[in-house]
């Protein structure tokens, strides 16, 4: 079965560096997002994007956030200046309709350490 | 406030025992709903979904749920559980509407751990 890809599965940085949270999603699909669940809380949106472009964003995806499919195939998630609250598991999905809504596939997940 | 809620944030059974797994919602039009589970170390799958129609739906790996309007409820069940089920299951919603993005929203996550 067709699966999302994330890479890497664990990311450990110190607080201000630059992270990219890399996805590969399912060839097919055409819709792609990013979720984070923080330790012991719930799993929360943060940007949508189909066609190349942001879709719907949350509050939480400020400017130092931003996302690329760089190449067709790849999906990325970019925080510029770490912070120690970025500290949580990043999910990648990616679904192959929208309305109505498609069947989300989630990756196994990046978790990201900021020290 | 819209959100989604599932009351039970930890919930142990003894194998082969029977499961009901809560989940309300608050929101002015019913949204599409999902329950996905996830294991250790893997992402998120998604076990069923309800969008119209018949108000019990069945999943993968013998879940089903019933939708009720009138309690704006979508509980998860399964007559027997496995030890394998053991994992957290999260409910979701996707809002109806011109723009909907399909973003899921989450709630908080259930816990199931199964007893021998």
């Known amino acids: 079965e067709p699966e999302v890809t994330q890479t890497p599965s664990h990311q450990v940085t110190q607080m201000g560096q630059e992270v990219i949270l890399r996805c590969v999603p399912i060839?097919?699909?055409?819709?792609f997002y990013w979720y984070r669940q923080i330790l012991g809380q719930k799993v929360e949106f943060l940007v949508s994007?189909?066609?190349?472009?942001?879709?719907?964003k949350s509050e939480i995806f400020d400017d130092q956030f931003s996302v690329e499919r760089p190449d067709g195939s790849n999906f990325t998630l970019k925080i510029r200046s770490t912070k120690l609250e970025d500290s949580a598991m990043y999910f990648c999905?990616?679904?192959?309709?929208?309305?109505?809504?498609?069947?989300?596939?989630f990756g196994a997940g990046t978790r990201l350490s900021v020290l | 406030a819209q959100s989604v809620t599932q009351p039970d944030i930890h919930i142990t059974v003894s194998e082969g025992a029977s499961l009901e797994l809560r989940c309300n919602y608050s929101?002015?039009?019913?949204?599409?709903l999902f329950w996905y589970v996830q294991s250790p170390g893997q992402g998120l799958q998604l076990l069923l979904k309800y969008f119209s129609g018949d108000t019990l739906v069945q999943g993968i790996k013998g879940f089903e749920a019933e939708f009720k309007r009138s309690q704006s409820s979508f509980n998860l069940r399964k007559p027997s559980v496995h030890w394998s089920d053991a994992a957290e299951y999260f409910c979701?919603?996707?809002?109806?509407?011109?723009?909907?993005?399909?973003?899921?929203?989450f709630g908080q996550g259930t816990t199931l751990q199964v007893k021998p």
């Open positions: 994007f189909y066609n190349n472009e942001i879709s719907e």
């Open positions: 979701a919603v996707v809002r109806h509407g011109s723009s909907n993005t399909g973003k899921l929203i």
């Open positions: 060839s097919n699909h055409l819709y």
């Open positions: 929101y002015g039009a019913t949204p599409y």
């Open positions: 999905a990616s679904s192959e309709t929208n309305s109505p809504p498609g069947i989300q596939y």
